[in-house]
């Protein structure tokens, strides 16, 4: 009977040695949770904004043209001869100058070959023969005769004087950009992560640049625009400035010259130097108004010219301070990714 329950004992400690046995039998593992590498640093880098810059102001003076008090002090004294028969100081003085700029016999033969009808193309369309044409101007070029003519400053735009073509915009000076995204240096998983997440930090930046530079863009492609849709209006309104000015000069020359003529006897042999005056300062008048308005016509696409150039130069310093603000955060960035690099042997892979 011992005997039995001495098996049933050595059964009982088999079962139980197995069942040890069996849970301590080498298993596979089902899964391993992947390592992840964390690098700090790389979403911290981010560009400044940006906002367009407003292009510098261009300054514009307009052509002017000053009416000489001298002439109109002998435009009064022939207006007054009617009534008085008296041939005032003023205008035995501009008689006098006159004959200081022509010789009388000189005076007698320009003022002869001015029929009425040379007189009434001159005043109509302004054109002369090219002689008499350049007769007049030697004869208002005469200092003497200086007091008499109306004085002119040019248009100016940015303080220079505007008479001749217009000059080429500013070059563009842009910095260049270096951005470069890294490959992956070995098969350490660790620094392979490392510049994964530099890459990704950089394709932001890249994203980030894209979208700035657009908006600069856009911006001086708007101004660009106004700019561009302002010179037509400009030239389009010179007539309208000068249409009167010549309407004055022509309206004053015909009152001298009908004051002479009603007044020529008493006014003898003054009468041929001052009706070369009167022929001379219209001349001289519609010269000025003619090359007034051409000035004042290239100015118009001076100005363009100026604002373009200025908003040239304020889109390419807002593109260059993004860039520059790239290659600062580039650098940031590499900088980042050398210290991470160093530092995977301290991340469990690596060293």
Same mark, same amino acid.
């Not at 260049?176 to 992560?193: L, M, P, S």
């Not at 309206?251 to 007044?263: E, I, K, P, S, T």
């Given at each position: 009977?011992?005997?039995?329950?001495?098996?049933?004992?050595?059964?009982?400690?088999?079962?139980?040695?197995?069942?040890?046995?069996?849970?301590?039998?080498?298993?596979?593992?089902?899964?391993?949770?992947?390592?992840?590498?964390?690098?700090?640093?790389?979403?911290?880098?981010?560009?400044?904004?940006?906002t367009p810059t407003a292009p510098a102001a261009v300054s514009v003076t307009a052509a002017s043209v000053t009416s000489s008090t001298a002439a109109a002090a002998v435009n009064a004294g022939i207006s007054s001869?009617?009534?008085t028969g008296v041939v005032p100081a003023a205008v035995q003085q501009a008689a006098t100058d006159v004959n200081k700029a022509i010789s009388p016999a000189a005076a007698s033969q320009l003022s002869a070959s001015?029929?009425?009808?040379?007189?009434?193309?001159?005043?109509?369309?302004?054109?002369?023969?090219?002689?008499?044409?350049?007769?007049?101007?030697?004869?208002?070029?005469?200092?003497?005769?200086?007091a008499y003519l109306p004085t002119f400053t040019l248009p100016s735009v940015n303080g220079k004087a505007v008479g001749g073509r217009v000059g080429v915009g500013a @070059?563009? %000076?842009?910095?260049? *950009?270096?951005?470069? !995204?890294?490959?992956?240096?070995?098969? =350490? &998983?660790?620094? +392979? $992560?490392?510049?994964?997440?530099?890459n990704t930090a950089l394709a932001s930046l890249q994203a980030t640049q894209a979208s700035q530079t657009?908006?600069?863009?856009?911006?001086?492609?708007?101004?660009?625009?106004?700019?561009?849709?302002?010179?037509?209006?400009?030239?389009?309104?010179?007539?309208?400035?000068?249409t009167p000015l010549r309407a004055a000069a022509?309206?004053?020359?015909?009152?001298?010259?009908?004051?002479?003529?009603?007044?020529k006897a008493v006014l003898g042999n003054f009468y041929i130097?001052?009706?070369?005056?009167?022929?001379?300062?219209?001349? @001289?008048? %519609?010269?000025?108004? *003619?090359?007034?308005? !051409?000035?004042?016509?290239?100015?118009? =696409? &001076?100005?363009? +010219? $100026?604002?373009?150039?200025?908003a040239q130069a304020a889109r390419d310093a807002d593109l260059n301070k993004i860039n520059a603000n790239v290659n600062s955060a580039t650098a940031s960035l590499k900088a980042t990714l050398a210290k991470a690099t160093a530092s995977c042997h301290n991340q469990g892979n690596g060293g």
């Open positions: 009977m011992k005997t039995a329950k001495s098996n049933i004992k050595l059964l009982l400690y088999g079962f139980c040695l197995a069942a040890v046995l069996y849970n301590c039998k080498t298993k596979d593992v089902d899964s391993l949770t992947p390592f992840t590498y964390t690098f700090k640093g790389f979403t911290d880098v981010k560009l400044p904004d940006v001869m009617s009534a001015f029929t009425p009808d040379v007189i009434k193309t001159m005043s109509t369309t302004g054109a002369l023969p090219a002689d008499l044409k350049a007769q007049l101007t030697t004869l208002s070029s005469n200092p003497a005769l200086k @070059d563009n %000076n842009l910095v260049a *950009t270096v951005v470069t !995204a890294n490959g992956v240096q070995d098969d =350490d &998983a660790c620094k +392979a $992560a490392a510049t994964a997440a530099y657009a908006a600069i863009n856009a911006t001086y492609t708007q101004v660009q625009a106004g700019i561009a849709a302002e010179t037509a209006p400009c030239k389009a309104g010179l007539p309208a400035k000068y022509q309206q004053a020359f015909d009152a001298g010259m009908a004051g002479l003529d009603a007044n130097p001052l009706r070369l005056l009167y022929l001379a300062a219209l001349a @001289d008048a %519609n010269d000025i108004f *003619t090359k007034l308005q !051409a000035a004042e016509t290239t100015a118009c =696409d &001076a100005i363009g +010219a $100026a604002k373009l150039a200025n």
